[in-house]
DNA sequence: TGTTTGAATTTTGAATGCAAAATAGGTACC
DNA sequence: GGTACCTATTTTGCATTCAAAATTCAAACA
């Protein structure tokens, strides 16, 4: 029986993923990525045309994405993408920061050196993205560190709060308008954030990290009234 | 119409809560409660009959649930209430440590003066369940407390992680195999924090409560600890 | 005795059906 | 023209149904 394995040692198991799971998956990205407008109703029927699958395995994942506050569920009247107000930005952003302070922390102390040597070239390459102005890769790069911090940090208790409440912002969508001094500011904290991290200081990383989501959220609350405005 | 109404400002629409939802809540209940013993499976069919709805409801109930971490959804093997492990609780309690200090940051700024009443009657009355060594009604205030300070930090995001964290925890039932000597502690610590409350110093509250949940952290691995090993 | 095999039963995953609620559309009335 | 009212349609909440997967359990075999 065995003999039919290659190396007994990794043998993965061949993944079935339910409709429900692939649906919040699918869903969650949807919203996230901005593809379903925020404060939009989302008709179950036309969801269930668009991944053609039946109302139940659906309506499962509403219910889950509704409990992750993406979205709100309006008794008998469906489902509808949730409005991200000035207000919930200013709650939200107090906790990201107490969350990415701890990942900071943690990770100061447990980041291997390989880790921190991708966080390192990473960095730099961000820097030159910020150089020549090229936003959008700048932003990719700057997601990827963060989250080589939360993986550093080693704790996928924080890693989940973090990514949901990250996962919700993200639809704000506040790279478009960020003006090229707040963009200055966010390259010198991150060059704050690499040195703490590469003396591993785990309270002032922590500060810095703090700090740095403070200014983050003034930015998408501009963002967030340059949108309302027009 | 509105003449039947008696105050028309306070006009609470009537409640028609979805099954979806009542069942959220009362299973959750059933967990944190501990009525649903950790490691057991939760046939559906059970919980149909004691509950006398049919599936369909039920099951977006567990979706959720295990969404939120206290049930685990093995695939077509239906529900079990998920284990709570050293490592889970060493993982969480880091977290609930940032996020109860940021509460104590908030709410030594926003507190009002009859909720800051309320917490010192509270304390002195717990202090008194101390002293006689009434562990229950002890625990029932010390609860009490910690949840209007999250209340007074005014921050729902805030207040739904932590309540999330604090349900799953609560499962141990660290109250019973707590030491006199870490008895002891907490107490003192209740009394630095209710002392750095009234001197509205945020972030020495802070730093005071992250240590009083690193405490009690150590309370809750000595319980599962104790509980593996009989 | 202990292990394996295979049918019978149970349980889950997903689709469908049905009644209640909400929405849309159109007519009467002011 | 605008508002109220009533009906037709759509959409939601939940129950039921059906197929596939897992579990049980007894018989066959070593």
């Known amino acids: ?10 043998v993965e198991p061949i993944k079935r993923v339910s409709l429900h799971d692939q649906l919040v998956g699918r869903l969650r990205d949807l919203i996230v ?6 404060g939009s ?13 039946s109302r139940t395995p659906l309506r499962e994942a509403l219910k889950v994405l509704a409990s992750e506050g993406l979205l709100e569920l309006l008794p008998n009247r469906g489902a509808m993408v949730s409005r991200l107000t000035l207000e919930d930005v200013e709650e939200m952003f107090p906790v990201m920061g107490a969350l990415e302070a701890l990942a900071g922390e943690l990770a100061a102390t447990r980041i291997s050196e390989d880790a921190l040597a991708e966080v390192r070239a990473l960095h730099y390459q961000m820097v030159l993205h910020h150089k020549r102005g090229e936003l959008a890769p700048y932003f990719r790069l700057n997601q990827r560190i963060h989250e080589l911090i939360l993986e550093a940090a080693d704790n996928v208790v924080l890693a989940n709060l973090y990514r949901g409440l990250a996962g919700r912002i993200r639809r704000a969508r506040y790279q ?18 690499l040195a703490k991290l590469e003396a591993r200081d785990g309270p002032g990383l922590a500060a810095t990290l703090k700090r740095h989501l403070k200014n983050k959220c003034e930015t998408v609350k501009d963002a967030l009234l340059a949108e309302s405005d027009n």
Chains 1, 2 share one sequence.
């Not at 990525?33 to 925020?38: C, H, I, K």
């Not at 109703?41 to 699958?53: K, M, T, Y």
């Open 1 to 10: 029986m065995a003999s039919v394995e290659q190396r007994s040692d990794q």
């Open 33 to 38: 990525q901005g593809d379903l407008a925020p």
């Open 41 to 53: 109703r989302v008709p179950e029927r036309e969801l269930c045309e668009r991944f053609n699958v």
């Open 176 to 193: 478009a308008n960020m003006s090229s001094e707040r963009w200055g500011q966010a390259v010198a904290e991150h060059e704050e954030i």
